[in-house]
């Protein structure tokens, strides 16, 4: 089975965003983009309210291995990460989710990057992507459905599933 992430770190460079893989264990990339989203941002990338990332919390998103894949996004003239977007595998298919910062959300960086994301999940053998969407997000469902060539999705309380069928 392959990897999900290159064996080798490289950036690429698409629609003016440099995008490189995280390196395993940054938690100080993941702290950074977490402080330039705001307060309904947090709540709505994990569900409720998250004033902050606990230890624990950080060290499992900033986790990179096998099965792990993060990218993260930066613009020109900013040192700071504007967006990440992760994947977690799970045989032939994968979790992912996504953050922006929140100046500069709706300005095509989240798919950017989930496009890059499941381009990779393309290549890695993934057939299906899984995506937990808090309330309502219309934005983040008009992503999910420019991703792959198949999408349903199915309600959890608050919570929609959405599972995104990759084609080759």
């Avoid at 219309?138 to 199915?154: C, F, I, N, Q, Y």
């Amino acid at each position: 089975m392959p990897h999900v992430y290159p064996r080798h770190m490289q950036s690429r460079y698409v629609n003016g965003l440099t995008i490189r893989s995280l390196r395993d264990g940054d938690t100080d990339t993941v702290s950074s983009l977490f402080a330039r989203m705001g307060q309904s941002s947090r709540e709505r990338r994990f569900c409720g309210a998250k004033p902050r990332l606990s230890d624990l919390e950080l060290s499992h998103l900033a986790r990179v291995d096998r099965d792990h894949h993060v990218l993260v996004g930066f613009v020109d003239g900013d040192s700071e990460p504007v967006g990440i977007a992760r994947l977690v595998r799970d045989g032939s298919s994968a979790e992912i989710a996504f953050a922006v910062a929140d100046d500069l959300q709706s300005r095509g960086v989240g798919s950017t990057l989930a496009s890059v994301l499941a381009d990779d999940a393309r290549a890695a053998g993934i057939t299906q992507l899984v995506a937990t969407v808090c309330g309502d997000n219309p934005r983040v469902v008009a992503l999910l459905k420019r991703l792959g060539d198949s999408l349903s999705e199915s309600w959890q309380g608050r919570e929609r599933e959405f599972l995104v069928g990759l084609g080759p």
